[in-house]
């Protein structure tokens, strides 16, 4: 049926869509167009599925909060916000039973005191279902307090928040319908935030907060079908534009994607560590053209003060976060001096460097909140304002490879990120961070790693490629040209490069040293295979270590 509708619609047959209009200032009496809009979304599906032709699509375009007693949504339906549905009943927000089902923008929480399946959103015997920057929040079920999904399929989810949810056997909470914001502690049930019972789809683009009180992956009938209050990092690709040209980084991240990456994070550098690199492409050019052509989450490294101005730094990230809502987080640290000797200013202490990286993160946030920012100091900024500004900024994350700057992120960034040390290490360091202002925040861990079918091709790469990579602060932040890189590198052993690249051919090694990591609680662990062509890297860890990941 929709095959045929799709075929009369190209035709000029049938109209593409019925629209109506819903607004929480809007009058059922009325006809429900942009000017004269309905009340409420359930008056606008009566309406619209009389009038429309047979599986035609019916798009609902809803603003402002909108109080419904359970919506059931019929096939080839489209629910567009901005806005918020607020459930008056003890039942899901949303249930979907019928195919080609869409839900965009919207936030969702469900009836407070419902026992069933799915408390903001159920998905029920159907399939080709999609739900597209939502935010499922502040609801209760027996199971999948957020969403949940049963024997279904094609189900997407991307771009999606799903937090603040409860399972088990809820509490009926009086006023929940209209107090979207309240905690809910993890239910007892299966999945606090998502519940997927034989079924099949993608959950993508976990963007700020896809931390749900349950289970989290990318393939929902592989890996988190009947798994009570698991948590399972986002497993990401490190796309590295020092060692690799953009074009070829861009279908790196596609492929990414296709074999079941989650997320991706992107380098920024002016300047590769060594000849043998040899790249530098520019990162932000990059990210629009791959944000565009993935539904992934990106983060990015970027150091302002020097070679970047902060307001230009914040453009730049609110201008992707307006065109790829809930997908971008930016982490900030104090550079090196490798990439920022170009401007011809002086190479700061590292002191300076920190309080400097303090006031780029000030200016960055009023100018996210739609300030007027002036600013005299170790930066200057004069009547900037952000006149282009997305609904969510991004988060502001911190770099640390060290327990004192580890502590220090705690106090301003929304989140820590890291590179792969010995576990004391990094517990040492994720206890600092949470100490200071980190706890409950985001956690990010880089890998780099080399494998290849032989271990002497592995170890091969990884002295050829990261051997420049090796020396501890000051050193790696103060060289400046290649050639000075180069130079000091000549004498690193293979020994040595594997003490900061977990090198091996063996891919079971690779899965439990990852499975360690893990452990430790990350959010996302992001793979930089330290070679130069990433295809057979992505194809084999796609295949082979990713499941064991998740397992």
């Known amino acids: 049926m929709l095959l045929l509708v799709a075929l009369l619609e190209a035709l000029g047959l049938v109209s593409p869509a019925v629209e109506l209009n819903v607004s929480d200032t809007g009058d059922d009496a009325d006809a429900g167009s942009a000017v004269t809009p309905l009340r409420s979304i359930a008056t606008a599906l009566t309406q619209g599925t009389a009038t429309r032709a047979a599986g035609q699509r019916l798009t609902i375009r809803c603003s402002g909060t909108l109080r419904e007693p359970g919506l059931d949504l019929p096939e080839n339906v489209t629910l567009v916000g901005p806005a918020t549905i607020l459930c008056t009943a003890p039942q899901p927000a949303v249930?979907?039973?019928?195919?080609?089902?869409?839900?965009?923008?919207?936030?969702?929480?469900?009836?407070?005191?419902?026992?069933?399946?799915?408390?903001?959103?159920?998905?029920?015997?159907?399939?080709?279902?999609?739900?597209?920057?939502?935010?499922?929040l502040g609801s209760t079920a027996g199971r999948g307090g957020g969403l949940a999904v049963l024997t279904s399929r094609q189900v997407k989810v991307r771009g999606c928040r799903i937090h603040d949810n409860s399972a088990g056997t809820p509490t009926t909470l009086a006023g929940a319908a209209v107090a979207p914001k309240l905690k809910f502690p993890a239910g007892n049930g299966h999945g606090g935030g998502i519940y997927v019972r034989d079924s099949d789809g993608t959950f993508t683009d976990r963007s700020d907060s896809f931390r749900c009180h349950g289970v989290r992956a990318r393939d929902a009938s592989a890996a988190i079908s009947e798994r009570p209050e698991a948590s399972m990092a986002v497993v990401g690709l490190h796309c590295s534009h020092e060692q690799i040209p953009p074009s070829r980084l861009l279908e790196h991240a596609k492929h990414a994607e296709a074999a079941g990456f989650g997320a991706i994070m992107s380098s920024d550098h002016f300047s590769p560590w060594s000849e043998r690199q040899g790249e530098s492409g520019f990162a932000w050019s990059w990210l629009g053209a791959a944000m565009g052509s993935t539904t992934l989450p990106f983060g990015v490294v970027n150091a302002p003060g020097q070679r970047y101005h902060p307001a230009i730094v914040a453009q730049a990230a609110a201008t992707l976060c307006e065109m790829f809502p809930g997908r971008l987080w930016v982490a900030l640290g104090t550079g090196e001096a490798s990439n920022e000797h170009i401007t011809g200013d002086p190479w700061p202490d590292k002191a300076t460097r920190n309080a400097?990286?303090?006031?780029?993160?000030?200016?960055?946030?009023?100018?996210?909140?739609?300030?007027?920012?002036?600013?005299?100091?170790?930066?200057?900024?004069?009547?900037?304002?952000?006149?282009?500004?997305?609904?969510?900024?991004?988060?502001?994350?911190?770099?640390?490879?060290?327990?004192?700057?580890?502590?220090?992120?705690?106090?301003?960034?929304?989140?820590?990120?890291?590179?792969?040390?010995?576990?004391?290490?990094?517990?040492?360091?994720?206890?600092?961070?949470?100490?200071?202002?980190?706890?409950?925040?985001?956690?990010?861990?880089?890998?780099?790693?080399?494998?290849?079918?032989?271990?002497?091709?592995?170890?091969?790469?990884?002295?050829?490629?990261?051997?420049?990579?090796?020396?501890?602060?000051?050193?790696?932040?103060?060289?400046?040209?290649?050639?000075?890189?180069?130079?000091?590198?000549?004498?690193?052993?293979?020994?040595?490069?594997?003490?900061?690249?977990?090198?091996?051919?063996?891919?079971?090694?690779?899965?439990?040293?990852?499975?360690?990591?893990?452990?430790?609680?990350?959010?996302?662990?992001?793979?930089?295979?330290?070679?130069?062509?990433?295809?057979?890297?992505?194809?084999?860890?796609?295949?082979?270590?990713?499941?064991?990941?998740?397992?």
């Open 95 to 136: 249930r979907i039973a019928a195919a080609g089902v869409e839900l965009r923008d919207l936030t969702l929480t469900g009836g407070a005191g419902h026992t069933g399946d799915g408390g903001a959103v159920l998905v029920t015997g159907t399939s080709d279902v999609t739900l597209e920057r939502c935010e499922l």
């Open 356 to 551: 400097r990286l303090r006031e780029c993160v000030d200016v960055m946030r009023a100018l996210f909140a739609g300030e007027t920012v002036s600013h005299d100091g170790l930066v200057r900024v004069d009547r900037a304002k952000l006149h282009t500004l997305p609904r969510r900024s991004p988060p502001l994350l911190g770099p640390a490879i060290s327990v004192d700057t580890a502590k220090w992120v705690g106090e301003w960034a929304d989140g820590l990120v890291t590179v792969n040390q010995p576990r004391a290490r990094l517990e040492e360091m994720i206890a600092a961070f949470r100490s200071n202002g980190g706890e409950g925040k985001r956690l990010v861990l880089q890998v780099h790693l080399s494998w290849a079918p032989s271990e002497a091709e592995a170890l091969r790469v990884a002295h050829e490629q990261w051997r420049t990579n090796v020396f501890p602060p000051p050193t790696c932040w103060d060289l400046e040209m290649v050639e000075d890189f180069d130079g000091r590198a000549r004498a690193v052993t293979a020994g040595q490069v594997r003490d900061v690249v977990l090198v091996s051919s063996d891919l079971a090694r690779h899965t439990t040293w990852l499975q360690e990591l893990a452990s430790l609680g990350f959010d996302e662990i992001h793979l930089h295979h330290v070679g130069q062509d990433l295809t057979a890297f992505i194809d084999v860890f796609g295949e082979h270590v990713l499941p064991g990941i998740a397992a």
